[in-house]
């Protein structure tokens, strides 16, 4: 018997759920390769172009809330990547929808360049970050690389993009796999 490897988990996830959309005309998947492909372009270091690619992963681990897919995302998602992957990676997934509360809340324009399933989530999510909470957010560690996730998250979604593929995200999910989990049952 073969076994499991995360990069496996994460293919089967792109492949079954992954090919589901929430809202935003292209697939989770689709969306998720493209914000990867946005940190890339802008390059950030490996950690955060695997936190880009994996940061929805969320809405392929838990049910649909609505149309628009699972809410809490942002909790699931950093969970379960904090069992596989170093805190660079989860925590700026896990920090990501906080993210887009935070910008709502300090530029007066962001709110505009959120799509219609995001403004929508927002809803669900608390909305704008008051004064307080804002400023605790960007004491928190990753919050940066948070923000940074978030503006890439915003703009991949774009309907027939050309972007790398899963595969070659390979070498580096592997390479950031914390020990533990790198053979997982089949």
Same mark, same amino acid.
């Given at each position: 018997m073969s076994a499991? *490897? &995360?990069?496996?988990?994460?293919?089967a996830l792109? +492949?079954?759920?992954?090919?589901?959309? #929430?809202?935003?005309? &292209?697939? *989770?998947?689709? $969306?998720?390769l493209q914000t990867a492909? =946005?940190?890339r372009a802008e390059g950030a270091d490996e950690a955060l172009c695997v936190a880009a @690619? @994996? $940061? /929805? &992963?969320? $809405?392929? =681990?838990?049910? !649909? /809330?609505?149309?628009f897919g699972y809410h809490k995302h942002d909790h699931s998602g950093g969970d379960w990547l904090a069992a596989r992957f170093p805190a660079a990676i989860s925590e700026p997934v896990r920090l990501h929808v906080a993210a887009? !509360? #935070? @910008?709502c809340a300090t530029e007066v324009e962001y709110f505009t360049v959120l799509? %219609? +399933?995001? !403004? %929508?989530s927002l809803s669900k999510q608390g909305g704008a970050m008051s004064?307080?909470? +804002?400023a605790v957010f960007l004491? !928190?560690?990753?919050?940066?690389?948070? &923000?940074r996730l978030r503006r890439w998250d915003d703009r991949g979604k774009v309907t027939d993009a050309e972007v790398p593929p899963l595969e070659s995200y390979r070498a580096a999910i592997t390479h950031m796999t914390l020990p533990g989990p790198k053979s997982l049952p089949a």
């Open positions: 499991k *490897t &995360v990069f496996d988990e994460i293919a792109f +492949a079954a759920p992954g090919g589901e959309t #929430y809202g935003e005309g &292209v697939t *989770t998947a689709e $969306h998720c492909a =946005l940190a @690619l @994996l $940061h /929805d &992963v969320g $809405h392929f =681990l838990e049910e !649909r /809330d609505d149309e887009k !509360r #935070y @910008l799509s %219609h +399933a995001s !403004r %929508h004064a307080e909470e +804002a004491a !928190r560690p990753f919050a940066t690389e948070a &923000v």
